[in-house]
């Protein structure tokens, strides 16, 4: 081996990442010496190991761990493809699925939708076409057609979904209860004395919104209360979808003493008329929403809201991926875990008494 002295500096490294190739040029033998060399291949010599390890330290030389782990066959690479990252609910269930991952020695690439299954699309062969070692995802808003989940199966990447998730007998998902959590919710206002209840309702081709419209409509069975049909608004679950369902609700004759939102923007939208209108809140109108978002402790009055265990699921998701990843090809029976909602109650919602004990 011929040796001379290096012209890369240490220093030079910390503006430019060290290479193999610049490690094989220093030391005058080739990339595939300094790659058996680094991972300790029997067929290099002590001698050769020790120079390339001792420069590879002098020049803080980092190994591209994508790129090994594309050569190996294998990756570390965690895809997670969800509707948009912004507000609480996405964002703590990435940091979930982030930690559990970066314990376990996984890094991920994040992916947004932002509500378009065309972009959706795009993702998944995004993070195919980066040989990911699994996929994480919640289904965007416009998502009817799910074919595109077929190539991921086919070439048997391990697939979860979350939250929003393809129904079916071979989807391994982790879900909310949200059933529970919207009956929760409903039955709270009822027991607040609310007797006409509304309920602004999400595209119920998702899951999670036809789910929590049956919690509301179990909750008003429950108390003998037959549905009203002119209380029951679809609303696309946005700040300014909020605003004209609550402006439709209090045009009618009867309108409603209380309102269960399938989402908190669009309950936040609704309190901003209210308001607007003079409508006191609690004491007119009783309002409580699902999600949990942080917006919730801003508003005043704070609003009643259903948490969805963001994290938790986060983690839950990754642990179903290891499951799946262990099974490596194996039989495998589909699993659903399924998260027990919470509902805090806070001032929008409770009349006369003063909350205590809750968030």
Same mark, same amino acid.
């Not at 991920?108 to 509500?115: A, H, K, L, P, V």
């Not at 996929?135 to 965007?140: A, D, P, Y």
């Not at 393809?166 to 998902?173: F, Q, R």
């Not at 045009?251 to 209380?258: C, Q, S, T, V, Y």
């Given at each position: 081996?011929?040796?001379?002295?290096?012209?890369?500096?240490?220093?030079?490294?910390?503006?430019?990442?060290?290479?193999?190739?610049?490690?094989?040029?220093?030391?005058?033998?080739?990339?595939?010496?300094?790659?058996?060399?680094?991972?300790?291949?029997?067929?290099?010599?002590?001698?050769?190991?020790? @120079?390339? #390890?001792?420069?590879?330290?002098? %020049? !803080?030389?980092?190994? +591209? $761990?994508?790129?090994?782990? /594309?050569?190996?066959?294998?990756?570390?690479?965690?895809?997670?493809?969800?509707?948009?990252?912004?507000?609480?609910?996405?964002?703590?269930?990435?940091?979930?699925?982030?930690?559990?991952?970066?314990?376990?020695?996984?890094?991920?690439?994040?992916?947004?939708?932002?509500?378009?299954?065309?972009?959706?699309?795009?993702?998944?062969?995004?993070?195919?076409?980066?040989?990911?070692?699994?996929?994480?995802?919640?289904?965007?808003?416009?998502?009817?057609?799910?074919?595109?989940?077929?190539?991921?199966?086919?070439?048997?990447?391990?697939?979860?979904?979350?939250?929003?998730?393809?129904?079916?007998?071979?989807?391994?998902?982790?879900?909310?209860?949200?059933?529970?959590?919207?009956?929760?919710?409903?039955?709270?206002?009822?027991?607040?004395?609310?007797?006409?209840? @509304?309920? #602004?309702?999400?595209?119920?081709? %998702? !899951?999670?919104?036809? +789910? $929590?419209?049956?919690?509301? /409509?179990?909750?008003?069975?429950?108390?003998?209360?037959?549905?009203?049909?002119?209380?029951?608004?679809?609303?696309?679950?946005?700040?300014?979808?909020?605003?004209?369902?609550?402006?439709?609700?209090?045009?009618?004759?009867?309108?409603?003493?209380?309102?269960?939102?399938?989402?908190?923007?669009?309950?936040?939208?609704?309190?901003?008329?209210?308001?607007?209108?003079?409508?006191?809140?609690?004491?007119?109108?009783?309002?409580?929403?699902?999600?949990?978002?942080?917006?919730?402790?801003?508003?005043?009055?704070?609003?009643?809201?259903?948490?969805?265990?963001?994290?938790?699921?986060?983690?839950?998701?990754?642990?179903?991926?290891?499951?799946?990843?262990?099974?490596?090809?194996?039989?495998?029976?589909?699993?659903?875990?399924?998260?027990?909602?919470?509902?805090?109650?806070?001032?929008?919602?409770?009349?006369?008494?003063?909350?205590?004990? +809750?968030?």
């Amino acid at each position: 081996m011929a040796g001379r002295r290096p012209s890369v500096k240490p220093s030079d490294a910390a503006h430019s990442p060290v290479s193999m190739a610049d490690l094989a040029r220093e030391l005058g033998v080739s990339m595939t010496t300094i790659s058996r060399a680094l991972s300790d291949h029997h067929s290099i010599g002590p001698a050769t190991k020790q @120079a390339v #390890l001792k420069l590879a330290k002098k %020049l !803080n030389y980092q190994p +591209n $761990r994508m790129a090994s782990a /594309l050569r190996k066959g294998t990756s570390t690479l965690l895809g997670v493809i969800v509707p948009y990252i912004e507000g609480r609910f996405f964002a703590s269930v990435v940091h979930g699925i982030e930690t559990a991952a970066s314990k376990a020695g996984y890094s991920i690439i994040i992916c947004q939708s932002n509500e378009d299954v065309a972009q959706e699309r795009k993702n998944l062969e995004t993070l195919l076409s980066a040989q990911v070692a699994g996929i994480l995802v919640s289904v965007s808003r416009t998502t009817l057609d799910f074919r595109h989940f077929d190539k991921v199966r086919k070439r048997g990447v391990p697939l979860v979904f979350f939250d929003r998730i393809l129904e079916g007998d071979s989807v391994n998902a982790v879900v909310l209860n949200d059933q529970d959590g919207a009956y929760q919710a409903t039955r709270h206002l009822l027991e607040q004395g609310c007797r006409r209840v @509304a309920h #602004l309702a999400g595209p119920q081709h %998702l !899951n999670i919104y036809r +789910n $929590r419209r049956q919690g509301y /409509l179990d909750a008003l069975q429950n108390q003998g209360i037959a549905p009203d049909e002119s209380l029951i608004i679809d609303c696309d679950m946005t700040l300014e979808g909020g605003q004209a369902s609550m402006k439709q609700l209090l045009a009618l004759p009867n309108p409603p003493d209380g309102v269960f939102s399938a989402g908190d923007w669009a309950v936040l939208g609704a309190l901003q008329v209210l308001k607007s209108r003079g409508v006191r809140v609690p004491q007119d109108v009783a309002l409580a929403g699902f999600s949990n978002e942080a917006l919730t402790m801003v508003a005043e009055p704070h609003l009643t809201s259903v948490d969805q265990r963001c994290e938790e699921m986060g983690q839950a998701a990754f642990r179903l991926f290891t499951d799946l990843a262990a099974a490596d090809g194996t039989a495998f029976s589909q699993r659903q875990v399924v998260l027990q909602p919470q509902l805090f109650v806070r001032e929008s919602s409770q009349r006369g008494a003063e909350v205590a004990g +809750n968030k």
